[in-house]
C-alpha cells in the first residue's frame, strides 16, 4: 500500500535557524506530493507541492524537491520565524487512481522559539 | 477561510451515544472528504463522497456512517461511541474531476470528546 514517514518531533528551534523535516514515501505508483501544514486551531492548508520526479516545489520561504532515487520529499527553510510554529504534515496522493484521498504522514510539530 | 464549513466545533457526549458531525464544501465543490485526527493514529482518511456517491472507503469503522446529499453538504454519523472515539474530525473539499491539482480544502475541524 501507499504510506508516508515523517520523522518525529517535536522540533525545537531558535528564530533564524535552518530548517529540515524529513519525508520519505512508498507507493504502487507514481505519486504527486505534497507539505501541508496545521496552524493551532486551525484546519490544514498547502503548503507546497510536487507532481513529478525533480520538481521543486516552494512557498513562503520553505522548499521541498521530488527525489524519486531516495523517496524523499524533505521540507527545508533557510530562516524559521515564531509565526512558523505549527504542525507540518506530508502527504501524497496517485492521480492517476479513482481514489483522490491524501495519505498523510504523521505530522512533525515546529516550535520556534524568539 | 478555506470556505468548508464544519459543525459543530465541538462536541461533548457520553459512551454510547450518537452523535452528527456535519460539513459544507466549498462552493462549486463536488467532492467530500472525512479525516480522523487522533493523538495516536495522526491523520486517517475515513471516507470520500463525489457528487453524492461514495468514491473511496478508508479506516472508517462500521459503527461509523457517512452521506452527501444533493446541495452537496455532507455528514458524518458516529454511533456507539466509545472513548478512544474522541478525536478531531476534518471535512475536506475538492474541486470536479477536471480541476483537480490534488490539493484539498480542510475545514476547522469538529473536536468530539467521550466521556
Known amino acids: 500500500g501507499n504510506s508516508v514517514t515523517q520523522m518525529e518531533g517535536p522540533v525545537t528551534l531558535s528564530e533564524e535557524a535552518f530548517l529540515t523535516i524529513n519525508c520519505t514515501y512508498t507507493?504502487?505508483?507514481?505519486?504527486?506530493l505534497f507539505w501541508y501544514v496545521q496552524y493551532p486551531g486551525e484546519g490544514l492548508q498547502l503548503l507546497l507541492k510536487a507532481t513529478k520526479a525533480d520538481d521543486k516545489g516552494s512557498n513562503k520561504g520553505f522548499e521541498a524537491t521530488y527525489r524519486k532515487e531516495t523517496t524523499s520529499f524533505h521540507l527545508e527553510k533557510g530562516s524559521v520565524q515564531v509565526s512558523d510554529s505549527a504542525v507540518y504534515f506530508c502527504?501524497?496522493?496517485?492521480?492517476?487512481?479513482?481514489?483522490?484521498?491524501?495519505?498523510f504522514g504523521s505530522g512533525t510539530r515546529l516550535q520556534v522559539q524568539p | 477561510d478555506s470556505g468548508v464549513t464544519q459543525t459543530p466545533k465541538h462536541l461533548i457526549t457520553a459512551t454510547g451515544q450518537r452523535v452528527t458531525l456535519r460539513c459544507s464544501p466549498r462552493?462549486?465543490?463536488?467532492?467530500v472528504y472525512w479525516y480522523q485526527q487522533s493523538l495516536d493514529q495522526g491523520l486517517q482518511f475515513l471516507i470520500q463522497y463525489y457528487n453524492g456517491e461514495e468514491r473511496a472507503k478508508g479506516n472508517i469503522l462500521e459503527r461509523f456512517s457517512a452521506q452527501q446529499f444533493p446541495d452537496l453538504h455532507s455528514e458524518l454519523n458516529l454511533s456507539s461511541l466509545e472513548l478512544g472515539d474522541s478525536a478531531l474530525y476534518f471535512c475536506?473539499?475538492?474541486?470536479?474531476?477536471?480541476?483537480?491539482?490534488?490539493?484539498?480544502?480542510f475545514g476547522e475541524g469538529s473536536r468530539l470528546t467521550v466521556l
Open positions: 502527504a501524497l496522493i496517485l492521480m492517476d487512481t479513482g481514489r483522490r484521498a491524501l495519505t
Open positions: 475536506a473539499s475538492s474541486p470536479r474531476r477536471a480541476g483537480f491539482t490534488g490539493e484539498l480544502f
Open positions: 462552493s462549486g465543490d463536488l467532492s
Open positions: 507507493a504502487t505508483g507514481y505519486p504527486s
